[in-house]
């Protein structure tokens, strides 16, 4: 991601959040050259993705992941790191996930760096595992 600081001037960001799921490569990669180009002086897009699915983004808060796993695959490995904590299991929309996440946040920004440097030069749908999740978060972290 290029750097989006510039002179005294105020820009406005749009931060757009998917992932891979089982959309077509081509359609996954397009999205991202899309907040590209589209992208002017005034208004940035940031293309947030994760490849597959954001409980990628929620297991790199426990471990280091460079296994291309099938999003189904996500939710029974989150579970086993919540129970070993004795925080219950996983599933979609628990309202207390960022809380829980929350504490290991900076150990998720460090694994989802070392999965950009392993990525280098891919595409994003190549680009499994892989999430940008790590540059929404560490922009508004000092407002968390």
């Known amino acids: 991601m290029k750097d989006v600081a510039r002179s005294n001037n105020v820009y406005k960001h749009v931060w757009l959040v998917f992932?891979?799921?089982?959309?077509?490569?081509?359609?996954?990669?397009?999205?991202?050259?899309?907040?590209?180009?589209?992208?002017?002086?005034?208004?940035?897009?940031?293309?947030?993705?994760s490849n597959?699915?954001?409980e990628l983004w929620f297991l790199l808060h426990f471990m280091f992941l460079q296994s291309d796993l099938h999003r189904d695959e996500y939710w029974p490995k989150l579970?086993?790191?919540?129970?070993?904590?004795?925080?219950?299991?996983?599933?979609?929309?628990?309202?207390d996930m960022f809380d829980i996440l929350r504490p290991y946040m900076d150990d998720a920004i460090r694994?989802?760096?070392?999965?950009?440097?392993?990525?280098?030069?891919?595409?994003?749908?190549?680009?499994?595992?892989?999430?940008?999740?790590?540059?929404?978060?560490?922009t508004l972290k000092p407002y968390l």
Not at 19 to 41: I, Q, R
Not at 79 to 95: D, F, H, M, Q, V
Not at 111 to 132: C, D, F, H, W, Y
């Open 111 to 138: 694994n989802a760096k070392m999965l950009v440097e392993i990525n280098t030069g891919r595409t994003p749908s190549k680009s499994a595992p892989g999430t940008m999740v790590h540059y929404l978060i560490r």
């Open 79 to 95: 579970s086993e790191c919540l129970k070993a904590r004795n925080l219950g299991i996983y599933y979609k929309n628990r309202t």
């Open 19 to 49: 992932d891979k799921d089982d959309f077509p490569a081509e359609n996954f990669d397009h999205t991202v050259e899309l907040c590209e180009a589209e992208s002017t002086e005034e208004t940035r897009y940031h293309p947030i993705w």
């Open 52 to 54: 597959q699915c954001i």
